[in-house]
């Protein structure tokens, strides 16, 4: 049974940074991301990494946010810097696990934390 939690959400002023984490067990996972959903909005894509450390960031946060991985603990980074307003949403975990059985795998899903960015 995969279990996906997140960490590192709160409330900071424009232009500060933040730190999530995201402690995936119970499988091997092959994609690892962040996304986030603001109120009214749909989910969309903020960053991912692959087991071999490619990488993929939205256009609104490339040169601002890092993703990163440690493989051995199976746990994901998102290192926000040079936060913005538009930034504030839930974030949410996203983990892959690819399957024989199931062309693009398998998601999970953390249960979010939120981040609001002060102007």
């Known amino acids: 049974q995969v279990h996906v939690v997140e960490s590192g959400g709160g409330l900071v002023q424009a232009g500060g940074s933040l730190r999530l984490s995201c402690a995936a067990s119970?499988?091997?996972?092959?994609?690892m991301g962040w996304y986030r959903q603001a109120p009214g909005k749909q989910r969309e894509l903020v960053a991912v990494i692959t087991s071999g450390g490619s990488t993929d960031y939205a256009d609104s946060v490339k040169g601002r946010f890092t993703v990163s991985r440690d493989n051995a603990k199976n746990t994901v980074y998102l290192q926000m810097n040079s936060l913005k307003p538009e930034d504030t949403a839930v974030y949410y975990c996203?983990?892959?696990?690819?399957?024989?059985?199931?062309?693009?795998?398998?998601?999970?899903w953390g249960q979010g934390t939120q981040v609001t960015v002060s102007s």
């Open positions: 996203n983990v892959n696990v690819r399957s024989a059985w199931k062309i693009g795998g398998y998601d999970y």
């Open positions: 119970g499988s091997i996972f092959n994609r």
